[in-house]
């Protein structure tokens, strides 16, 4: 693993960890296991290196997402697929801290804001196979209910992938 790659998987380790705000320089290059100047050789300031990291974690866990849609035969099982998908993943505190930290970062907020237009995109091209009505109004509103379960989830992790569905499922009929 090159150096920079070091630093930008300790920097999504951090961010889930301590949250992004707690995340300095010093502490980034103890856990890549480098001195502190390398990080500014590497990237032109921690927050370049958090925005990298938390936005390449993104699209890494969405990446496998249209595979796991295409086996749903209906959108009630589209959106299981999805949550299963996010349930599974590890790093539900990362994408927590991310969302959180782009409402007060312009930088990470227009990053985030183009993964989620991807997201949104990938959703609607599997809703209009489903034949769901307002396709992309729909996909839109149910990236941002998914994010929301995400966040909620965080607080109360009993708020089950079968509950979800059953309120959320309605809404795709």
Do not use: C, N
Request: without cysteine; charged residues 20%; glycine residues 8%.
């Amino acid at each position: 693993m090159t150096v920079r790659q070091r630093l930008l998987h300790a920097a999504t380790e951090l961010i889930a960890e301590k949250g992004w705000g707690a995340v300095s320089t010093r502490v980034l290059a103890e856990r890549a296991g480098v001195g502190s100047g390398v990080v500014h050789y590497h990237f032109d300031s921690l927050p370049a290196v958090l925005v990298e990291a938390a936005v390449g974690a993104l699209r890494t866990a969405l990446a496998g997402l249209p595979g796991v849609l295409d086996t749903a035969t209906t959108p009630r099982q589209m959106l299981t697929a999805l949550l299963d998908a996010l349930d599974g993943h590890s790093g539900q505190e990362l994408f927590v801290e991310t969302i959180l930290a782009a409402t007060r970062d312009d930088e990470l907020r227009e990053a985030v804001r183009e993964v989620l237009v991807e997201f949104r995109a990938e959703l609607t091209t599997r809703l209009v196979r489903h034949g769901v009505p307002a396709p992309a109004d729909t996909a839109a509103v149910l990236a941002a209910a998914v994010d929301g379960v995400l966040l909620h989830r965080a607080l109360s992790p009993d708020l089950s992938v079968d509950v979800v569905v059953s309120v959320l499922g309605r809404a795709l009929r």
